[in-house]
């Protein structure tokens, strides 16, 4: 089966979609990534790419196809906006020229926010004859609103028609919440929509034994954030419940990571005098086994908002497969699977009070009760988001949307 993985983010930047491209071509298939230049989370383009021209590298089996983009920068709403539709232009005119001697069986859309670079799927499908898959990973409009990004009422009920006419172009919706299945099959008109999760990362799957590249405090206990500071994270939160806790409490909070709030967290944590928060900066995916394996619980936190709600970051599948207790500070349906798993702790959305009070009574436990919560988590993982067994669903997926195509076509 020869698959196009059309995604404007992918391989050195850190993102799920560069595991499930692995895991397809163990399941045999012949995998082509069509995807911009590397500048996530920083904004500059890392070293050896360059923004402009067509470049093409091989990894692990597959091919790379990268088109220009303007790079996101140091941030801004406007910068950002051009950074996304760059790519969504040149993968949609720049793109079929440079597959232009191939031929795929599917395309496959990483459907992260913004789902507009769909379109350009919709364009290949088009050009290729190929069956059309999208996993939705976002809510569109809702989390437009949801951020604060576009707020007027006009602006997000045209958005809500261009995704309505992006989702009934596609011959599969796969979405990575049970919870999205009502929302998206409610603008999918005929399309089918399937469940799909998010699978855990492959490096992160097994236990790193290497020497870390962080040292956590052994005296005391540690509480890991890992992944984008950014707004839907809530780490205002995160702070206010470390100040609630006090700088004689065991507890200390490591934020790692880097986003669009890195810098107003670092001038927070210095004029609130928070000693025991953390902020150690960006880790290689390869190295956070290792620093996870020190952790004695892993923190996942995200604003309040009924998109919110729906949605299951997918740290939490890194935090199960790591077999350490989690605490989730957010609603719905993420909190649900941590509940569910038996993994840890569950606080209210934006809730200082009630995260300060789990961490404490997390951390009040023994130490068998919470590898028990690892022990469940971990067992949980294997049951849900084992990588190669979503890899060989995700195949069984594809091959039913290209059939289906083939008999609407007959």
Request: aromatic share 20%; hydrophobic share 45%.
């Given at each position: 089966m020869k698959i196009l993985l059309l995604s404007q983010h992918f391989w050195p930047e850190s993102f799920r979609i560069n595991e499930v491209a692995q895991s397809l071509v163990e399941q045999g298939c012949e995998v082509t990534v069509l995807t911009g230049k590397?500048?996530?989370?920083?904004?500059?383009?890392?070293?050896?790419?360059r923004a402009g021209g067509i470049q093409r590298e091989r990894r692990d089996g597959y091919e790379i196809v990268r088109v220009p983009l303007l790079p996101r920068g140091a941030g801004g709403a406007r910068r950002l906006v051009q950074n996304y539709l760059s790519f969504l232009f040149c993968a949609s005119v720049l793109g079929p020229w440079a597959l232009r001697a191939q031929r795929f069986d599917a395309i496959f859309v990483y459907g992260t926010s913004p789902i507009l670079q769909a379109i350009a799927g919709i364009v290949l499908k088009w050009l290729k004859g190929a069956a059309l898959v999208a996993w939705v990973q976002d809510l569109w409009p809702d989390s437009l609103e949801m951020t604060g990004f576009v707020k007027n009422r006009r602006a997000l009920a045209a958005v809500a028609v261009v995704?309505?006419?992006?989702?009934?172009r596609c011959d599969l919706l796969l979405v990575q919440s049970r919870a999205f299945l009502v929302p998206v099959r409610a603008m999918a008109g005929a399309t089918p929509v399937d469940y799909h999760p998010n699978p855990g990362d492959r490096e992160t799957a097994s236990v790193a034994l290497d020497e870390p590249a962080l040292r956590l405090d052994a005296q005391a206990?540690?509480?890991?954030?890992?992944?984008?500071?950014?707004t839907v994270q809530a780490l205002e939160a995160v702070l206010d419940a470390a100040e609630q806790l006090g700088s004689a409490s065991?507890?200390?909070?490591?934020?790692?990571?880097?986003?669009a709030r890195s810098a107003w967290l670092a001038e927070q944590i210095e004029a609130r005098g928070l000693s025991r928060v953390m902020l150690p900066g960006r880790f290689e995916p390869a190295q956070m086994p290792a620093i996870f394996a020190q952790a004695d619980a892993l923190l996942v936190s995200l604003c309040k908002g009924p998109a919110m709600s729906l949605t299951i970051p997918s740290k939490i599948q890194a935090y199960l497969a790591a077999g350490r207790p989690i605490l989730a500070a957010m609603d719905g349906e993420g909190a649900r699977v941590v509940a569910e798993a038996g993994a840890g702790m569950a606080s209210p959305a934006e809730d200082a009070a009630a995260l300060a009070a789990a961490a404490r009574q997390l951390q009040s436990l023994n130490a068998e009760a919470r590898q028990a919560m690892g022990v469940a988590g971990r067992r949980y993982y294997e049951e849900h988001f084992?990588?190669?067994?979503?890899?060989r669903a995700l195949v069984a997926q594809f091959d039913c949307a290209i059939k289906n195509r083939e008999s609407a076509e007959k």
């Open positions: 590397p500048n996530y989370p920083e904004g500059q383009v890392f070293p050896g790419y995704v309505r006419w992006i989702y009934r206990f540690n509480i890991v954030f890992a992944g984008n500071l950014g065991p507890v200390r909070w490591w934020l790692i990571g880097s986003g084992a990588p190669d067994m979503l890899a």
